[in-house]
């Protein structure tokens, strides 16, 4: 299977720096008299990419804030078939959804992201005015007197600009001014994407390998970390019952993996947000051997219903793996374990990687790390083996020749 996605085209969901959820912001639309047609909680994202003065690319990423207001703009269609969410924050920008009602379900027809890019805070350097973008098609869909819920996110790609929704709560039409006791469940929530936890005896269940793909960041000079792998994620937790423990394995789905990151002179970094789960690499170079390595891995993940603690936050800084040298590229084929804590362990397989000096979008020279050069020996030594032992087979038949020649004379 062959795939690719990076920072330009997918949108950050955790911070560059770190981990940090998005804030999640209450939302409500009124009629004139005072009844309630939309009501949303949820996390918002941004990911823009927009053009700078020296004619170069830049990509911003930013949360909806916690000041964000419902604009004037919004209203309650009278005949309750057609209503409008307009969300506006910063300066001048504004993310509007357009609800309608059919056959007993109410879905978001249309979402549109309208941005500033005189903003200089969100967008440094900018060559100024503004943006739209606009997606005709969404998740979003629930039974009437029913409140849509869906912890997941929500990826929204459009031109120039990703969003990200997640933690949603939401109604459109509630009958009385309040969340429906009935709930609609994402796909995303209910579908299965870890393996489930092991029975009392304690064995860990079977995972298939994951998905090896090619994941990259960009950042103002090009392609900054440039990585292809397939990840495994291994938790161990403790349950709700005394003295049990549960295990989660995740293998990251590439096709609903967001990458995105940032990198400077002397570090780096890679965060991949599946699902409830957001991965960080923080990678940085020694400048007196000019080698890049992995120093830190975090991970922050929601766990199963039995869990004791509903979420996983672990990290490790002190870390020195993945490395070589600057302009070369690490890679593995074998499986490599990754110890986040004693109670997370980071599986990788099939990896190569190269962080900060990269030629447009190929990796360089290959530096292979110490267990496929062990397992490249082991048939290099059978190999000179059995070539010397053909040799002494050889020399031995050569000799016993010559000795039987040795016993009669020529006439």
């Keep these: 299977m062959a795939c690719r996605f990076g920072s330009r085209w997918l949108l950050l969901v955790a911070a560059v720096i770190g981990f940090l959820q998005t804030p999640s912001s209450t ?53 309750n078939t057609s209503s409008l969410l307009e ?12 609800f309608t009602k059919v056959l007993g379900q109410y879905k978001v027809e249309a979402l549109v992201f309208r941005y500033n890019l005189l903003d200089a805070v969100l967008f440094p350097n900018s060559t100024g005015g503004t943006g739209i973008a606009t997606s005709l098609k969404t998740d979003i ?21 990703n969003i990200t929704i997640s933690n949603v709560t939401l ?38 390998s994951p998905v090896v793909c090619r994941y990259n960041v960009t950042g103002r000079s090009g392609i900054c970390i440039l990585a292809s792998m397939g990840l495994q994620l291994n938790i161990t937790y403790d349950t709700q019952k005394v003295n049990e423990t549960g295990v989660k394995v995740l293998n990251f789905i590439p096709t609903k993996t ?5 990198c400077d002179n002397s570090t780096a970094n890679l ?25 830190g891995l975090s991970v922050n993940t929601t766990l199963p219903s039995d869990a004791k603690e509903p979420t996983f936050e672990k990290s490790n800084s ?15 084929v074998v499986e490599e374990k990754l110890t986040v804590s004693t109670q997370a362990l980071l599986n990788i397989f099939d990896v190569q990687i190269q962080v900060f000096k990269i030629d447009g979008d190929k990796f360089g020279a290959v530096e292979e790390c110490q267990q496929d050069e062990n397992n490249m020996l082991i048939p290099i030594i059978v190999g000179a083996a059995l070539a010397g032992l053909v040799l002494i087979v050889l020399i031995a038949y050569l000799i016993g020749r010559k000795r039987s020649h040795a016993g009669y004379q020529t006439i």
């Design 271 to 295: 965060t991949l947000f599946f699902e409830n789960t957001t991965l960080s690499f923080y990678f940085a170079q020694n400048t007196t051997t000019a080698k890049f390595f992995l120093h």
């Design 27 to 79: 939302f409500e639309v009124k009629d004139a008299t005072g009844k309630v047609c939309i009501m949303a909680n949820m996390s918002i994202a941004f990911s823009v990419e927009y053009p700078q003065k020296n004619n170069s690319k830049m990509r911003t990423n930013f949360t909806l804030p916690q000041d964000a207001e419902v604009l004037k703009n919004s209203s309650c269609d009278k005949e």
């Design 141 to 161: 869909l629930a039974k009437v007197d029913t409140r849509y819920v869906c912890i997941s996110a929500d990826w929204i790609n459009m031109t120039n600009v």
């Design 171 to 208: 109604e459109a039409y509630p009958l009385n001014n309040t969340f429906s006791e009935n709930k609609t469940t994402c796909s995303r929530d209910v579908g299965p994407t870890s393996a489930p936890a092991p029975t009392s005896t304690g064995q860990t269940p079977k995972t298939p």
């Design 258 to 262: 967001a990458p995105s990151g940032s």
């Design 87 to 98: 969300i506006g924050f910063g300066k001048g920008h504004s993310l509007s959804m357009n």
């Design 318 to 332: 002190s870390m020195s793996a993945l490395g070589a040298t600057v302009g070369n590229s690490y890679k593995c």
